[in-house]
C-alpha cells in the first residue's frame, strides 16, 4: 500500500534561518502530495499541495517541488518565523473509487523556532 | 471558510464503557472521515464516508464503529472503550472526487481510564 516517509521528527532553528522538512513517499498510482501544518491545540489546515512533477508551489512563504523520480515533496522555507512552529504532515493522496479520496499522512515534524 | 465542528471537545470515559464522538459539517461534502492522532503515528484513517448512509473502514477500525445519518452529521463509536484509545480524534470533510482537500475539525482529545 501507499506509505509516507518523514525523517526528522523534531527540527530545532532559530529564526530567520532557512528549513527543509523531508518527505519521501511510496505509491502505485499518480502521486498527489499535501503538505498540512498544525499549530499547537488546533485542527491542522492545507499548506500547499502538488501532482505536477518537477514545479514549484508556493504558499505562505513555503514551498516544494514534487520529484517523481526520486519520490520526494520536501518542504522548505528561506527564513522561518516563531509563527512558524507547529507540526507538518505530509500526506499521499490515494484514489480509491469507492471513496474518492483517502489521505495517507506521515509521522509529524514538529517544527521549534527560537529567538 | 469550511467548517468542521467536533463534540465533545474533551471526554473522560471509563473502561468499557460507551462513548460517541459527534463531527458536523456545513460544507455540503459528501466525504466525511475519523482519524486518530498520535505521537510517533501521525493522522491515521479509523473510518471514513461518501454519503449519508454509508460508512467504510479504514486502516485502524478495530474497536470503531461510524455513522452517518445525514449528509451533514459523522460519528464515532466506542462500543466498549479502552485505554489503548486514549488519543486525540478528528473529524474531517471534503469533497467527492480525487485529490481534493480535506477540512479538519477542531479535534476532541478522549482519555479512557
Known amino acids: 500500500g501507499d506509505s509516507v516517509t518523514q525523517t526528522e521528527g523534531l527540527v530545532t532553528l532559530t529564526k530567520g534561518l532557512p528549513v527543509m522538512l523531508n518527505c519521501t513517499y511510496q505509491?502505485?498510482?499518480?502521486?498527489?502530495l499535501f503538505w498540512y501544518v498544525q499549530h499547537l491545540n488546533e485542527a491542522p489546515k492545507l499548506l500547499l499541495k502538488?501532482?505536477?512533477?518537477?514545479k514549484r508551489t508556493e504558499h505562505q512563504g513555503f514551498y516544494a517541488t514534487l520529484h517523481k523520480s526520486s519520490s520526494s515533496f520536501h518542504l522548505q522555507k528561506s527564513s522561518v518565523q516563531l509563527s512558524d512552529s507547529a507540526l507538518y504532515f505530509c500526506a499521499l493522496s490515494e484514489w480509491d473509487n469507492s471513496a474518492g479520496n483517502k489521505l495517507t499522512f506521515g509521522i509529524g515534524t514538529r517544527v521549534l523556532v527560537r529567538p | 471558510e469550511a467548517a468542521v465542528t467536533q463534540s465533545p471537545r474533551n471526554k473522560v470515559a471509563v473502561t468499557g464503557g460507551k462513548v460517541t464522538l459527534s463531527c458536523n459539517q456545513t460544507n455540503n461534502h459528501n466525504n466525511m472521515y475519523w482519524y486518530r492522532q498520535d505521537t510517533g503515528h501521525g493522522l491515521r484513517l479509523i473510518h471514513y464516508?461518501?454519503?449519508?448512509?454509508?460508512?467504510e473502514k479504514g486502516d485502524i477500525p478495530d474497536g470503531y464503529k461510524a455513522s452517518r445519518p445525514s449528509q451533514e452529521n459523522f460519528s464515532l463509536i466506542l462500543e466498549l472503550a479502552t485505554p489503548s484509545q486514549t488519543s486525540v480524534y478528528f473529524c474531517a470533510s471534503g469533497e467527492l472526487g480525487g485529490r481534493v482537500e480535506q477540512y479538519f475539525g477542531p479535534g476532541t482529545r478522549l482519555t479512557v481510564l
Open positions: 464516508s461518501y454519503g449519508a448512509g454509508s460508512t
Open positions: 502538488s501532482s505536477t512533477d518537477n
Open positions: 505509491t502505485t498510482y499518480s502521486p498527489f
